[in-house]
């Protein structure tokens, strides 16, 4: 007999509601309609998950998590250089167009600037439309194409880091993740090992909108968890519910789409058996991966030293923040071609014979899997797009093994490659010099007709 764990009634098909383990604005996919009843899931999305997602919208928008259901004309307002933007879905921007008339000698200047992604038309077209009426007030006769040919700069290029300020509220926060370890105890049926008296104060603190209860009970019994304990080159939901009886503890670890990762302590005085219920969802490759979540001494290791709960995470939020902007920054191109190039020199000098398309792929993307984790250059990039990536390559690997093999060995007569991994050719910059990559670069662009330039193009569409 399932029981409502907020308000204790009995579930049953009349009352009972799907409840998302972590909400489903942030991705979340466990679900059952054994952890709350319809009544009190309604009012929880409305004291808890709707205040979480307030403080994590930004974030929601940033990474375009896919969801069941899709909320339309979603936006938060940002920062460039002082110019105040709208931040749309996946990374759509625009600025409000600034228009502004100076004297220039005898003559008059009308500028206008706008931020705007160079793939937002929509964007652009604000801009020369509120343009051209600015400047026929001062004369100009031509039609809005005449316009836009005069033009000297049509789009403002931006590379520049978006600001936010961002006010997060750090009881809500808490109070949202302790929800999510809640329901996901009761998704394993282990509601009971909960400690009453923390189960009580989040049933006060939930009740309603408004509620300013009290919860330092639950603030003490929580620690921020590093972010360094979760670099895997992915973003995901990662929960995690310990029964650990050398320490007399059952604590919850959640991290919601690796913004922020808290453990808490759900029972002080456990004394059950030693168990470990683990889920992690990738967010941007929608699949269920398996990780190593920190150890109870791992999380320790975090609160050693005596800082407050809001301390740590003000001291951690900007590079909790970096790391996820981290996964949607296009640095430049040009290296990622050339990393592709190098890759494909690096298979045919470590290797004797030709791969099969096969291992290539797995070594591939097994190899640049590796590499996001530690260079943030290569995050933009989804598994997907590494197997489009890997496919690629291997065309032109294969087609131009025999000839590469010949170059290399002439340049490289009795140079052998020991011991080398991808990773240790990337460290050495001089495994191949400016003269080998810049010719092999020449016969790919005379043969291939800038193949690799493409390739990055046809990736990302
Ligand atoms: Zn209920």
Known sequence: MKKCYFCGVVLSE??????????????????????????????????????????FKFFDILMNIKKDRETKNNFVKANINDTEIKLSKGLRYHSAPNISVETEGS?????????????????????????????????????????????????????????????????????????????FCSYHGKLDLIDEKILDTFRKAAKDKNSSEDINLILDNTSFIEQKYFYDGRLCNRLSLVGDKDNHKLYAVVGICDIFHFAIVLNDNYSSDNFEEKYIYDVINQKEIDFNMPSYNDIASCRKNN?????????????????????????????????????????????????DSASFEKKFIDDFCALRVSNEQLRFLSDEEFGKLAKMSYEFYSSNFDYFLVCLRKVYEGFKVQNSSFHNFLIDDNLFDEEIVSFVKRTIKNSKKDKLDELLKKIKS
């Open 14 to 55: 009349n009352n009972q509601a799907v409840e998302h383990v972590i909400p489903n604005s942030f991705g979340g996919r466990l679900k059952s309609k054994d952890i709350l009843c319809k009544e009190c899931n309604s009012i929880l999305g409305t004291t808890v998950d709707a205040k979480l997602y307030s403080d």
């Open 307 to 355: 800082k407050s709960l809001f301390d740590v995470v003000k001291e951690n939020s900007e590079n909790n923040i970096k790391y996820i902007m981290s996964f949607f920054c296009v640095f430049d191109l040009c290296f990622f071609t050339d990393l592709a190039l190098k890759y494909i020199l690096h298979a045919v000098l470590s290797y004797d014979e030709k791969m």
């Open 107 to 183: 003559g008059i200047k009308i500028k206008g600037v706008m931020i705007a992604s160079a793939d937002n038309k929509e964007a652009q077209d604000i801009l020369y439309k509120n343009f051209f009426n600015k400047i026929k007030k001062h004369g100009f006769n031509g039609s809005i194409d005449d316009m836009k040919n005069s033009m000297v700069e049509r789009i403002v290029p931006s590379d520049k880091w978006i600001e936010l300020d961002r006010i997060f509220n750090l009881d809500a926060i808490v109070l949202g993740y302790l929800k999510v370890a809640i329901g």
